[in-house]
Structures are given as structure tokens and as C-alpha cells.
């Protein structure tokens, strides 16, 4: 099968051409943003990115599959075992589609308690959220094998397709009033048109009929389980779970609309910095393939990601009013007093996925996982105590994860030896 794209360029290289096309994701993201923040009222709003933390949160347990797809497709390109990556994919798209369906069983019932909880008044909306996620978790066995193989620029398209589907239809729909569910839809029909691309890229894959047993033993899974699962599922609660609790601990609706605006500049840092963590992946997982070291490239994603991250952070608190004022209207004025403490919180965050993206690739994020555990349940803590504004619990989220990030930087640089198979 045809290698179409970066497989052997360099880390710097590969990265850069990754993030000329995430840039293109990320601009359909923003002015997605940017054009509800100004159709929608605050309320409705908050509410939207509230059900979008929601969905993205429902998937976070596929993000293992993900992982999988992406460490041991690299890992069999690398033996030059690519009849394995068949019988691979083919096996996790179908405990994609497992799970799916469970998510649907088990989250309609349970969509009155959610939308107490967030307190959103019509069911009808969290039930919408919950088919949506059932349909992404179609997505990450895909982009995981898209990664894996190293093909970036169709990792990258199955990417826009999401995005630029989203931005299409969602804006449609509410143009049109169909507000909320519009928005859902619009990311359910995004979805669904980066499925059907991915799937096509990978047709090749498909049609191979092979008697290769993929050697993934019952302990290989669960030890990957363990480590991997739980750092993702942490990483993504704090890049997510954020709205949702200031969605839970807000005084009223109109906050969590201007947190939602906000954190929707503020986190340009993360998705600035997500093409060094896309290639840092499967190129560590290669590598480690093979036996080499991975520190070096490791060293290069913390330099590359921590420097793009935190020259975005500082244009957004310098010019943080001029952005604001001008994307979202006077109507979300407040969130320019947010930018300092969002830079708090996003920095420290932008390491950490960092972290959890190399240690996972070598299997080694036991450390990580339980800092991280440690951190949520901190800031749960702290955040349920004191939330008199956004702004106190941002500076607290934002305190715990630089705690943890310290931490896992000084265990790899000072006590990791190894830095190849674990």
C-alpha cells in the first residue's frame, strides 16, 4: 500500500505541513465560534458549549482506541508488518460500533439526570448530545490508523471535513432556527462526512484478507489500559470539563456564556500547539518500535509546543480586549478581564498534553495518571468550595495543573532512564 504522504520526513518538517493544515481546521472552528457568539444569545451560548463538553466527555473513553490504533499501527509499519494494520482496524472499528451502541442505551435514559445537573432545562437537547456522541465514536479507530501510518495531510482532511461540516450546516440550521439542535446536527452531519473520507483513504485496508493474528496478548492490553486510558480520559476532562463546571457552579446562565467566549480564545494555544502532538505520537511510538531513543524528539515537542503555545497566550493578553470587542460584541466585554487567569490555566494544560502524548506512547504514564487523578480531584474540591467568580476557579485549575506538570517534567528528565521499551 502506497505510503501518500509525510511517513519519512523529518519532525520538524512533518510537524510544520500538520500545522499549516490544522491552522485551516482551526480557522472553521473559531469563526464557528465567533458567528454563534454573535447569532445566539449568551444564554444559549454557554448552553451550546455546555452540550459540546458533554459530547466531547461521552467520547473520551474511545480516545484508548484511538491510542491503540495509532501506537500499534506505527509500531507494525515500522516492523514493515502493514498485513497486521488490516485486521487491526478492522477489529477496533468493530468495538467502535460496540460501543456506540452502548452509548445510546445507556445515555438516553440518563439524559433528565445530566441536564439537572447542568441545569438545562430542555432534556430534548443532552438526549441530541448523547447520539452524537454515539456517531463520533466512529471517529477515533480512524484517525488513530491515519496517525499511525503517518499520513497527516488525510489525518488533517478528516480533521476539516469535521470542522467545515460543522460550520456549514450548523450555521445553516441556526440561520434558519433551529437553534441548539441545529448546532448538534451540524456537528453530528461534520462527523459523518470525515467518517466517509477516512474510511475511503483506508479503503486499501479493507479489502486485505489476512491469517496474520494481530498480537495484541490480553496483558499488553490491559497494562496499556491502564496507563494510557486513564491519562487520556483525565487530559480530556480538564480540557473539556472546564465549561461544564462553571456550567454547574455559575451563578447564572450569562457566565458561563462569557467563560465560554473566553476560554474559546483562550484555548488558540492548544490547538496552535496540536500538530506537534499529533506527529510527537506515532513518531515516538515508531521509534520505540525499533529501540531507539525518544527523548530527543520529546525535547523538540516541549520546545516547539511550550513556544507557539506561549507566544499566542501573551498576543491574547496584550490584545485581549481589541480580540474580544471585535469576534464577540460589547455583550461579552467581561471576558476580557479573563484572559490573565485562562493563561493561567492553559499554559500548564498545554504541557501536560504534551506529557500525556509521549508517556502514553511508551507505555509509561503511571506517574502522570495518578498526578493527574490526584490534580482532578483537587480541583473538584477547591473549585466546589470556592467559585465566587470565573476567574477564582480558572487561577485554581490553573495552580493544581502547574503543580502536576512540574512534577511529571522533573520524574522524566531526573529519573527516567529509560526511554525507549518499558
Same mark, same amino acid.
Given at each position: 500500500?502506497?505510503?501518500?504522504?509525510?511517513?519519512?520526513?523529518?519532525f520538524?518538517?512533518?510537524?510544520?505541513?500538520?500545522?499549516?493544515?490544522?491552522?485551516?481546521?482551526?480557522?472553521?472552528?473559531?469563526?464557528?465560534?465567533?458567528?454563534?457568539?454573535?447569532?445566539?444569545?449568551?444564554?444559549?451560548? !454557554?448552553?451550546?458549549?455546555?452540550?459540546?463538553?458533554?459530547?466531547?466527555?461521552?467520547?473520551?473513553?474511545?480516545?484508548i482506541?484511538?491510542?491503540?490504533?495509532?501506537?500499534?499501527?506505527?509500531?507494525?509499519?515500522?516492523?514493515?508488518?502493514?498485513?497486521?494494520?488490516?485486521?487491526?482496524?478492522?477489529?477496533?472499528?468493530?468495538?467502535?460500533?460496540g460501543i456506540?451502541l452502548?452509548?445510546?442505551?445507556?445515555?438516553?435514559?440518563?439524559?433528565?439526570?445530566?441536564?439537572?445537573?447542568? $441545569?438545562?432545562?430542555?432534556?430534548?437537547?443532552?438526549?441530541m448530545a448523547?447520539?452524537?456522541?454515539?456517531?463520533?465514536?466512529l471517529?477515533?479507530?480512524l484517525m488513530?490508523?491515519?496517525?499511525g501510518? *503517518?499520513?497527516?495531510?488525510?489525518?488533517?482532511?478528516?480533521?476539516?471535513?469535521?470542522?467545515?461540516?460543522?460550520?456549514?450546516?450548523?450555521?445553516?440550521?441556526?440561520? @434558519? !432556527?433551529?437553534?441548539?439542535?441545529?448546532?448538534?446536527?451540524?456537528?453530528?452531519?461534520?462527523?459523518?462526512?470525515?467518517?466517509?473520507?477516512?474510511?475511503?483513504?483506508?479503503?486499501? @485496508?479493507?479489502?486485505?484478507?489476512?491469517?496474520?493474528?494481530?498480537?495484541?496478548?490480553?496483558?499488553?492490553?490491559?497494562?496499556?489500559?491502564?496507563?494510557a486510558?486513564?491519562?487520556?480520559?483525565?487530559t480530556?476532562?480538564?480540557?473539556?470539563?472546564?465549561?461544564?463546571?462553571?456550567?454547574?457552579?455559575?451563578?447564572?446562565?450569562?457566565?458561563?456564556?462569557?467563560?465560554?467566549?473566553?476560554m474559546?480564545?483562550?484555548?488558540?494555544?492548544?490547538?496552535?500547539s496540536?500538530?506537534?502532538?499529533?506527529?510527537? @505520537?506515532?513518531?515516538?511510538?515508531?521509534?520505540?518500535?525499533?529501540?531507539k531513543?525518544t527523548?530527543?524528539?520529546?525535547?523538540?515537542?516541549?520546545?516547539?509546543?511550550?513556544?507557539i503555545?506561549?507566544?499566542c497566550?501573551?498576543?491574547?493578553?496584550?490584545?485581549?480586549?481589541?480580540?474580544?470587542?471585535?469576534?464577540?460584541? *460589547?455583550?461579552y466585554?467581561?471576558?476580557?478581564?479573563?484572559?490573565?487567569?485562562?493563561?493561567?490555566?492553559?499554559?500548564?494544560?498545554?504541557?501536560?498534553?504534551?506529557l500525556?502524548?509521549?508517556?502514553t506512547?511508551?507505555?509509561?504514564?503511571?506517574?502522570?495518571?495518578?498526578?493527574l487523578?490526584?490534580?482532578?480531584?483537587?480541583?473538584?474540591?477547591?473549585?466546589?468550595?470556592?467559585?465566587?467568580?470565573?476567574? $477564582?476557579?480558572?487561577?485554581?485549575?490553573?495552580?493544581v495543573?502547574?503543580?502536576?506538570?512540574?512534577?511529571?517534567?522533573?520524574?522524566?528528565?531526573?529519573?527516567?532512564?529509560?526511554?525507549?521499551?518499558?
Open positions: 500500500m502506497a505510503n501518500h504522504d509525510l511517513q519519512k520526513h523529518s520538524e518538517v512533518s510537524s510544520t505541513i500538520l500545522f499549516a493544515l490544522t491552522m485551516v481546521c482551526n480557522l472553521f472552528n473559531y469563526l464557528y465560534q465567533i458567528i454563534m457568539g454573535n447569532l445566539l444569545t449568551t444564554a444559549q451560548y !454557554g448552553t451550546m458549549n455546555a452540550l459540546f463538553s458533554l459530547v466531547t466527555l461521552i467520547g473520551v473513553p474511545m480516545e482506541l484511538r491510542l491503540t490504533a495509532s501506537k500499534y499501527t506505527a509500531h507494525y509499519m515500522a516492523l514493515e508488518e502493514s498485513r497486521k494494520i488490516s485486521k487491526l482496524l478492522k477489529k477496533l472499528m468493530g468495538i467502535s460500533a456506540a452502548l452509548v445510546l442505551v445507556v445515555g438516553m435514559p440518563l439524559a433528565p439526570w445530566v441536564a439537572d445537573i447542568l $441545569q438545562i432545562e430542555n432534556v430534548g437537547y443532552v438526549r448523547i447520539l452524537v456522541a454515539a456517531v463520533s465514536c471517529c477515533p479507530v488513530g490508523t491515519l496517525q501510518l *503517518q499520513w497527516f495531510t488525510a489525518y488533517s482532511i478528516q480533521n476539516i471535513f469535521n470542522s467545515a461540516g460543522k460550520l456549514v450546516f450548523g450555521v445553516a440550521l441556526v440561520w @434558519f !432556527g433551529v437553534v441548539l439542535y441545529g448546532n448538534l446536527m451540524g456537528i453530528m452531519l461534520g462527523l459523518l462526512l470525515g467518517i466517509l473520507y477516512a474510511a475511503y483513504v483506508l479503503r486499501g @485496508f479493507w479489502k486485505v484478507r489476512s491469517s496474520e493474528t494481530v498480537t495484541l496478548g490480553r496483558q499488553d492490553i490491559l497494562h496499556y489500559l491502564s496507563t486510558f486513564w491519562a487520556q480520559m483525565l480530556l476532562a480538564l480540557t473539556n470539563g472546564d465549561v461544564l463546571l462553571v456550567k454547574a457552579f455559575a451563578a447564572n446562565e450569562e457566565v458561563t456564556g462569557i467563560y465560554s467566549s473566553a474559546t480564545l483562550g484555548k488558540i494555544p492548544i490547538f496552535a496540536s500538530a506537534i502532538v499529533a506527529v510527537l @505520537f506515532p513518531v515516538v511510538a515508531a521509534q520505540q518500535a525499533v529501540g531513543d527523548l530527543k524528539v520529546f525535547k523538540k515537542a516541549l520546545l516547539y509546543g511550550g513556544s503555545s506561549a507566544m497566550m501573551a498576543g491574547l493578553i496584550l490584545f485581549g480586549k481589541q480580540v474580544v470587542l471585535l469576534l464577540f460584541g *460589547q455583550r466585554a467581561d471576558a476580557i478581564a479573563l484572559m490573565v487567569p485562562v493563561g493561567c490555566f492553559i499554559l500548564p494544560l498545554t504541557f501536560i498534553t504534551i500525556m502524548n509521549y508517556l506512547a511508551l507505555g509509561n504514564a503511571h506517574f502522570l495518571t495518578a498526578t487523578g490526584g490534580g482532578f480531584v483537587m480541583i473538584v474540591i477547591l473549585v466546589g468550595f470556592f467559585h465566587e467568580t470565573a476567574a $477564582q476557579m480558572l487561577y485554581i485549575m490553573g495552580g495543573l502547574a503543580v502536576v506538570t512540574i512534577a511529571n517534567l522533573v520524574k522524566v528528565f531526573c529519573f527516567d532512564t529509560r526511554h525507549t521499551e518499558t
